[in-house]
């Protein structure tokens, strides 16, 4: 029988949670029926979602920012179909595609734009955590040297090389020994980098200029100080910009805010334009060349399909929609509108504690309130399970007011969000609107919030008997 897709996807819709119940992941099934994220989506354009019964929902998760120029956007579309009706030869491997190097020439010419002129060389990988693994071996290769330093709390990936470096422990549980010579920094201390650092055995430091788990970042010159204290001693300045890369934080590029100079730059993303896995690693020549330094080295670090077509031409296809239709200076202009709309939701609620916004990259971090009633329910919640009380407003922000945000980090009361780079102000006026209310639904103690929070801890504890079964196999 002939595979129709259409067909497929047409009479299987609505099967979705069953069947990862069934073959992928089933605790995160369990997780999304618990806190009511089993929504069943059919449709997405733009910064929307849309159900089976044709309901919008506001997509301010982008996939993790993946979807800078939206979803499904028409000129993406375009460039997959393009590319498949030319029938080109694809991933031939031995020889050096058309494809790769337009994507490599266009990222390295939007570098120099940005007043970074000196990475000038890249390697095409499939995503971020990836990318991170070939700036950690491109800086260990060029310097001879084996350690690598990280900031606290950071987060680079999850495959050995990138979760070594992850200073967040919540990702560590389960998966060490970890590899030897990865350290952790505190952002903001120089003197405890430098003690590192005057050893000169450091290959590289390695930052996200804004940390994507809480949206944390300098306030200071200590990202210029770090940098030239690596020039001083020889370690190479590597900037995971995978999630602030092209537009997301109001710049094409993170760095511009501090106007650095990085040796070694990873993306991914937003780079994919939704569609197909797409990361970049880009460098100076003179650390590229130290890893392909001979003939019989010219594959010595290689990933089968990070060249492939379709992804350059998504890659294509991003840069182009953020050029054409001004996303970056829309999410400049955009996160100073957000800013000052959460601010005067601050003033308004004492139990938000911090706004950090960089662009469209924004966490809202929560803290003990002083009512008598709030402040029951906040301690409660915060007895039964220490990481619960931003699920209390974000299940009610997707459930009650159709808007997706997230969780942004384990044991942390900070809800994180990252719109689309193609949202106006009304999109954020119903995220305001929306939070607002859900916020003022905290004050009501006993509640419906605070009783769904105390539901959903029994949820997590109770272990599915499918679990036991196997446990005693």
Known sequence: MPLDIKDLVTSRLGDNYDLHDQYLNRTLVKVQRTIGFDIVYARAEGAYLYDMDGKDYLDFLSGFGVFNIGRNHPVAQQAIRDILELNLPNMVQLDSALMSGLLAEKLVKRLAQQGAPHLDSVFLCNSGTEAVEGALKFAKCATRRPRILSLKNSYHGLSYGALSVTGNPAFHEGFGPFIPGCETVAMGDLQELEAHLKKGDVAAFIVELVQGKSVKFPKDDYFNRAQALCRKYGTLFICDEVQTGLGRTGKWFAFEHWNLEPDILTLSKALSAGYVPAAAIITRRAIYQKTFSRMDRCIVHSTTFGRNNLACACGLAALTVL????????????????????????????????????????????AEPRGLMPKMGWKLVHSLDASMFPQLIVTPMLTKHRILTQVAANNADIVKILPPLVIGEKEIDRFITALDEVIADLGKFPGPVWEMGQNFVKAMRTNDPRDRELATA
């Open 323 to 366: 050029e054409d239709e001004g996303l970056v200076d829309n999410a400049a202009r955009l996160g100073v509108y957000l800013e000052k709309r959460l601010l005067v939701l601050q003033e308004k609620y004492d139990i938000i504690k911090e706004v950090r916004v960089k662009g469209l990259m924004c966490a809202i971090e929560f």
